[in-house]
Nanobody
């Protein structure tokens, strides 16, 4: 099983980034996917979650209206479009896969997002 995040980097406040998470080794279309982030000295927090078929999404309150989670089951990839980025969005962003039974959870290695002028 592999989850490989990409798309992180350094961006100025107000800018945008699109993160990708490419999955392999499991039945991607059956798994709910989510993005989480962890800033230095803080606990990992949920950013957004999307259902297995993409029909349902949920966001942490502070990300609503700025971030959009989506997925392409044909490409085994989940995305996080981040707009209007703020310095407080600086963190390592991780994707997570969760099986329908909730018994299997897989994490990616993370990608660094830094928002700074």
């Amino acid at each position: 099983v592999q989850l490989v995040e990409s798309g992180g980097g350094l961006v100025q406040p107000g800018g945008s980034l699109r993160l990708s998470c490419a999955a392999s080794g499991f039945t991607f279309s059956s798994y709910a996917m989510s993005w989480h982030r962890q800033a230095p000295g803080k606990e990992r927090e949920l950013v957004a979650v999307i259902s297995s078929n993409g029909g349902s999404t949920n966001y942490a309150e502070s990300m609503k209206g700025r971030f959009t989670i989506s997925r392409d089951n044909g490409k085994n990839t989940v995305y996080l479009q981040m707009n209007s980025l703020k310095p407080e969005d600086t963190a390592v962003y991780y994707c997570k896969a969760r099986s329908p039974s909730l018994l299997r959870v897989y994490w990616g290695q993370g990608t660094q997002v830094t928002v700074s002028s």
